[in-house]
């Protein structure tokens, strides 16, 4: 499958903050996500990929062009939804409309106001009298009205109630289905996200510490439940997260077909089961171990 | 009309309006002579109109737009350089005028254009101190 977005090696430096050697790919036509706890640096890394910030070294490659010579075509084909919504306060989204119409190439009015509806944002109300939900959903609506090949979206479900972050999940499902867009999206909550992310990045401290494709990860990450003594230490250290509880321990493993042979006996004696393992349960997993 | 310029313009545009309305009257009626202080003002309403300007300017969303930040920046310049030369152009047509009563002098020309370029100066440092 063809490749829309590659970054290698980005380095960003801040006072207290640095992204180190960041390399990332995404495929056309996918849902990617980028999750991580609190200043992992993934609103950073957005930032550089969208052009919104510059980098120190390092190089970005989106659609098969570069920012430093193509920065107004790949903007028309990049829809970006900043973590907090940028727009003018006293503005209205109608004024907002008008104003980027002038810019975007393959600006969609109707589609836009269409969107508004859907979001059930008033068009007329200005900005700083709207929610933080619905400032996020202006936002999306803008970067959704513009024919963006490549939607790098920066925790789009932050602040939206359960109705409308279905609606959204449910809407980039579907922008992706025929393979035409792709999207990228960044989150340290993985509500929602985890179920429609085909690859899964992990960022922690300034550094990939994940680079998978979901499904992949899904097999192969899983909780083994079983009765305290009936796996030897040897297997419990392999685990990648142990918990010893009051009614039985439970192991995080990373590998589970390298595993299954081991803990077969427990299975097949009922003193241990396997479950499926959430990205949140990885995610914590990198952290507490890194 | 390029909707940045349109927003910002709306600024300049009273600034220069209250310029020549509260000052340039001076320049035309009194005897004294106005033009050794009243165009040490231009740089004040510059400034002032900038700052109304620059109050709500979201860079964020303007990055967020094709456009590169070369072009923003051409069109805050190009501001500022239409509201200095503007008042230059109207700050000497006045002086021509009143070298006639003595009020002003060819060196107030001289005057004039250096308070000019030293606001231009200053509004482009500014400029570049907020960007």
Same mark, same amino acid.
């Given at each position: 499958?063809?490749?829309?977005?590659?970054?290698?090696?980005?380095?960003?430096?801040?006072?207290?903050?640095?992204?180190?050697?960041?390399?990332?790919?995404?495929?056309?036509?996918?849902?990617?996500?980028?999750?991580?706890?609190?200043?992992?640096?993934?609103?950073?890394?957005?930032?550089?990929?969208?052009? @919104?910030?510059?980098?120190?070294?390092?190089?970005?490659?989106?659609? $098969?062009?570069?920012?430093?010579?193509?920065?107004?075509?790949?903007?028309?084909?990049?829809?970006?939804?900043? @973590?907090?919504?940028?727009?003018?306060?006293?503005?209205?989204?109608?004024?907002?409309?008008?104003?980027?119409?002038?810019?975007?190439?393959?600006?969609?009015?109707?589609?836009?106001?269409?969107?508004?509806?859907?979001?059930?944002?008033?068009?007329?109300?200005?900005?700083?009298?709207?929610?933080?939900?619905?400032?996020?959903?202006?936002?999306?609506?803008?970067?959704?009205?513009? $024919?963006?090949?490549?939607?790098?979206?920066?925790?789009?479900?932050?602040?939206?109630?359960?109705?409308?972050?279905?609606?959204?999940?449910?809407?980039?499902?579907?922008?992706?289905?025929?393979?035409?867009?792709?999207?990228?999206?960044?989150?340290?909550?993985?509500?929602?996200?985890?179920?429609?992310?085909?690859?899964?990045?992990?960022?922690?401290?300034?550094?990939?510490?994940?680079?998978?494709?979901?499904?992949?990860?899904?097999?192969?990450?899983?909780?083994?439940?079983?009765?305290?003594?009936?796996?030897?230490?040897?297997?419990?250290?392999?685990?990648?997260?142990?918990?010893? @509880?009051?009614?039985?321990?439970?192991?995080?493993?990373?590998?589970?077909?390298?595993?299954?042979?081991?803990?077969?006996?427990?299975?097949?004696?009922?003193?241990?089961?396997?479950?499926?393992?959430?990205?949140?349960?990885?995610?914590?997993?990198?952290?507490?171990?890194? | 009309?390029?909707?940045?310029?349109?927003?910002?313009?709306?600024?300049?545009?009273?600034?220069?309006?209250?310029?020549?309305?509260?000052?340039?009257?001076?320049?035309?009626?009194?005897?004294?002579?106005?033009?050794?202080?009243?165009?040490?003002?231009?740089?004040?309403?510059?400034?002032?109109?900038?700052?109304?300007?620059?109050?709500?300017?979201? %860079?964020?969303?303007? /990055?967020?737009?094709?456009?590169?930040?070369?072009?923003?920046? /051409?069109?805050?310049?190009?501001?500022?350089?239409?509201?200095?030369?503007?008042?230059?152009?109207?700050?000497?047509?006045?002086?021509?005028?009143?070298?006639?009563?003595?009020?002003?002098?060819?060196?107030?020309?001289? %005057?004039?254009?250096?308070?000019?370029?030293?606001?231009?100066?200053?509004?482009?440092? %500014?400029?570049?101190?907020?960007?």
């Amino acid at each position: 499958m063809e490749t829309v977005l590659e970054a290698t090696d980005l380095t960003k430096d801040y006072e207290d903050f640095s992204l180190r050697g960041v390399s990332l790919t995404v495929r056309s036509g996918s849902i990617s996500g980028v999750f991580g706890p609190n200043a992992a640096g993934k609103t950073t890394l957005l930032k550089v990929l969208a052009a @919104q910030a510059p980098m120190q070294s390092g190089a970005v490659r989106v659609l $098969g062009q570069i920012y430093e010579t193509s920065e107004g075509d790949l903007k028309n084909r990049v829809g970006y939804v900043p @973590q907090e919504p940028t727009f003018y306060p006293d503005k209205t989204a109608t004024w907002h409309a008008r104003f980027a119409a002038h810019y975007f190439a393959r600006w969609d009015g109707a589609g836009f106001f269409s969107l508004l509806e859907t979001f059930r944002v008033n068009p007329l109300k200005k900005v700083k009298h709207l929610s933080g939900g619905q400032k996020k959903l202006l936002s999306l609506a803008t970067a959704l009205s513009h $024919g963006a090949e490549l939607l790098i979206l920066d925790e789009p479900t932050a602040g939206l109630d359960v109705v409308h972050r279905r609606s959204l999940l449910d809407r980039l499902r579907a922008i992706t289905a025929d393979g035409s867009r792709t999207v990228l999206v960044a989150s340290h909550i993985t509500d929602g996200l985890d179920e429609i992310a085909e690859d899964v990045t992990f960022l922690h401290d300034g550094r990939v510490v994940l680079h998978a494709a979901a499904d992949d990860l899904m097999t192969r990450w899983k909780w083994v439940h079983y009765k305290d003594g009936s796996l030897d230490r040897a297997i419990e250290g392999r685990f990648a997260t142990l918990r010893r @509880q009051p009614f039985g321990n439970r192991g995080l493993t990373d590998d589970l077909p390298a595993l299954r042979e081991a803990v077969a006996p427990a299975l097949a004696s009922g003193d241990a089961r396997i479950d499926h393992a959430s990205l949140e349960d990885i995610l914590l997993s990198f952290v507490k171990g890194a | 009309m390029d909707p940045i310029l349109r927003r910002s313009s709306f600024f300049y545009v009273t600034a220069f309006v209250t310029y020549t309305g509260l000052m340039g009257r001076f320049m035309l009626t009194r005897d004294w002579p106005a033009f050794e202080v009243i165009p040490l003002f231009l740089p004040v309403w510059l400034i002032s109109g900038m700052l109304a300007s620059e109050h709500d300017e979201r %860079y964020a969303f303007l /990055r967020t737009l094709p456009l590169t930040d070369r072009a923003v920046v /051409r069109t805050k310049f190009a501001l500022i350089l239409s509201f200095v030369s503007a008042a230059w152009l109207l700050m000497t047509a006045v002086a021509l005028f009143r070298m006639g009563d003595g009020v002003a002098t060819p060196s107030t020309l001289v %005057y004039v254009t250096l308070v000019c370029a030293s606001a231009l100066l200053v509004g482009a440092l %500014y400029q570049i101190g907020i960007w």
